[in-house]
T-cell receptor, first 113, second 112 residues
Framework: QQQVKQSPQSLIVQKGGISIINCAYENTAFDYFPWYQQFPGKGPALLIAIRPDVSEKKEGRFTISFNKSAKQFSLHIMDSQPGDSATYFCAASIDNQGGKLIFGQGTELSVKP | AAGVIQSPRHLIKEKRETATLKCYPIPRHDTVYWYQQGPGQDPQFLISFYEKMQSDKGSIPDRFSAQQFSDYHSELNMSSLELGDSALYFC???????????FGPGTRLLVL
C-alpha cells in the first residue's frame, strides 16, 4: 500500500513554464514533507521541505503548497529550465519514529527548450 | 562540503553470493539510513541506525544485515543474493539537530 501517492508519473513542460507535481498522504502522523530531485544514476538531492504548520514555502523558483485538511502537498517549479529535467520524489516522515522517508512513486519531468 | 561516501559504486555478483556495501556519513552526522531503489521505482527504506544502535527497520530481507560502527560508518551485508536484489542501494545520513537526510551516490548492485 502506497502511503504517499504522487502524480503525474511523467510531465512535459516548455521552457519558462510552470511544472506542478502533486502528492497526497493518508497518515496524519507525518510531520515532515521534503521534495527530492534525482538525476539518472545519482542519489536523491533535497530541494525543499515543509512542515504541516506552514501552508506555503518558497525557495527561489521552487514552492511547496501544503493543504493539511486535504492531506495534500504540491511542488511548483516556476520558469522551468531544461536543466530541471529529472525525476522528482515527494516524501513524508515522522520525526519521533526515526525519520525514515516514505517516498512517492516519482515524477519524471522533461523541460523542452 | 563533504558528502556521503558509498563504496563500491558498482558491484556485480552471482546468485547465492554475498555482498558488503559500505557507507561513510557526513562528518558529525550520527544517523544513517539505507534505501533500496529498483529500476523505475521509488527508494524503499531498509534500515536505520542512530548512535550505532538500530533505530528502525523496514522491508529488509532476513538475508540482509547491517551495522553502524564506532566511527559512524555503516555496512550493509547481503547474503544468498537473488536476481531480485539487483538495484541501487543508497545510504543517507543526518544529524539529530536537523531533519534533512543527505543521500550518497549509491551502489549499483547487479546479481547475475
Amino acid at each position: 500500500q502506497q502511503q504517499v501517492k504522487q502524480s503525474p508519473q511523467s510531465l512535459i513542460v516548455q521552457k519558462g513554464g510552470i511544472s506542478i507535481i502533486n502528492c497526497a498522504y493518508e497518515n496524519t502522523a507525518f510531520d515532515y514533507f521534503p521534495w527530492y530531485q534525482q538525476f539518472p544514476g545519482k542519489g536523491p538531492a533535497l530541494l525543499i521541505a515543509i512542515r504541516p504548520d506552514v501552508s506555503e514555502k518558497k525557495e527561489g523558483r521552487f514552492t511547496i503548497s501544503f493543504n493539511k485538511s486535504a492531506k495534500q502537498f504540491s511542488l511548483h517549479i516556476m520558469d522551468s529550465q531544461p536543466g530541471d529535467s529529472a525525476t522528482y520524489f515527494c516524501a513524508a516522515s515522522i520525526d519521533n519514529q526515526g525519520g525514515k522517508l516514505i517516498f512517492g512513486q516519482g515524477t519524471e519531468l522533461s523541460v523542452k527548450p | 562540503a563533504a558528502g556521503v561516501i558509498q563504496s563500491p559504486r558498482h558491484l556485480i555478483k552471482e546468485k547465492r553470493e554475498t555482498a558488503t556495501l559500505k557507507c561513510y556519513p557526513i562528518p558529525r552526522h550520527d544517523t544513517v539510513y539505507w534505501y533500496q531503489q529498483g529500476p523505475g521505482q521509488d527508494p524503499q527504506f531498509l534500515i536505520s541506525f542512530y548512535e550505532k544502535m538500530q533505530s528502525d527497520k523496514g522491508s529488509i530481507p532476513d538475508r540482509f544485515s547491517a551495522q553502524q560502527f564506532s566511527d559512524y560508518h555503516s555496512e550493509l551485508n547481503m547474503s544468498s543474493l537473488e536476481l531480485g536484489d539487483s538495484a541501487l542501494y543508497f545510504c543517507a545520513s543526518s544529524s539529530t539537530s536537523q531533519e534533512t537526510q543527505y543521500f550518497g551516490p549509491g551502489t549499483r548492485l547487479l546479481v547475475l
